[in-house]
T-cell receptor
Framework: AQTVTQSQPEMSVQEAETVTLSCTYD???????LFWYKQPPSRQMILVIR??????QNATENRFSVNFQKAAKSFSLKISDSQLGDTAMYFC???????????FGKGTKLTVNP | NAGVMQNPRHLVRRRGQEARLRCSPM?????VYWYRQLPEEGLKFMVY????????ESGMPKERFSAEFPKEGPSILRIQQVVRGDSAAYFC??????????????FGQGTRLTVV
């Protein structure tokens, strides 16, 4: 069974600094996709960034980037120049190619301090 | 184009009552997913539906829970005879035909169910 582990229940960072959230996953499949979702207090799930397992290049979206280590099954999220609006729960998620089920980690609560 | 709309946002039910949660997918989307989020947990898959069909309900509890997505109208997640353990946030997501989950799925804001 696929599992996703986020080992940091809570993290905090000062505004304008950089923070990295960790995520590991377990799968025997070779075709899969990884995601980071943001859940602010409004509860809306917002897709932050997506990585395809067959792509070696790490995905980047503005201030958000990932460090995808396929052999280690690691998928960390780096947030640069942190902003107060980045305060939220962050969930790492996985979907096997051809599947219709997202598997989520338990989340990391990130607080950006002024 | 409105996003995925869920209502109500908050629902309080007494033990033994029925809860009906509604999800209107984005315009043109015919694939709907329901997820449950327990306190301090990530989202857990419950069911995947297409118009008038349940495709995968492997995450649904065997009793008291049902889901539908009729030809017309929203998708409904129905919980009969609610118990305290059903208290959670229930999220709906949708995508368009011809797309895949890994490329395009949009979530609603969820319904927080509280059973008292």
């Amino acid at each position: 069974a696929q599992t996703v582990t986020q080992s940091q229940p809570e993290m905090s960072v000062q505004e304008a600094e950089t923070v990295t959230l960790s995520c590991t996953y377990d799968t025997s499949e070779s075709n899969y996709y990884l995601f980071w979702y943001k859940q602010p207090p409004s509860r809306q799930m917002i897709l932050v960034i997506r990585q395809e397992a067959y792509k070696q290049q790490n995905a980047t979206e503005n201030r958000f980037s990932v460090n995808f280590q396929k052999a280690a099954k690691s998928f960390s999220l780096k947030i640069s120049d942190s902003q107060l609006g980045d305060t939220a729960m962050y969930f790492c998620a996985f979907v096997q190619g051809g599947s219709e089920k997202l598997v989520f980690g338990k989340g990391t609560k990130l607080t950006v301090n002024p | 184009n409105a996003g995925v709309m869920q209502n109500p946002r908050h629902l309080v039910r007494r033990r033994g009552q029925e809860a009906r949660l509604r999800c209107s997918p984005m315009k043109g989307h015919s694939h709907v997913y329901w997820y449950r989020q327990l306190p301090e947990e990530g989202l857990k898959f419950m069911v995947y539906l297409q118009k008038e069909n349940i495709i995968d309900e492997s995450g649904m509890p065997k009793e008291r829970f049902s889901a539908e997505f009729p030809k017309e109208g929203p998708s409904i997640l129905r919980i009969q005879q609610v118990v305290r353990g059903d208290s959670a946030a229930y999220f709906c997501a949708s995508r368009a035909s011809g797309r895949t989950l890994n490329t395009e799925a949009f979530f609603g804001q969820g319904t927080r169910l509280t059973v008292v």
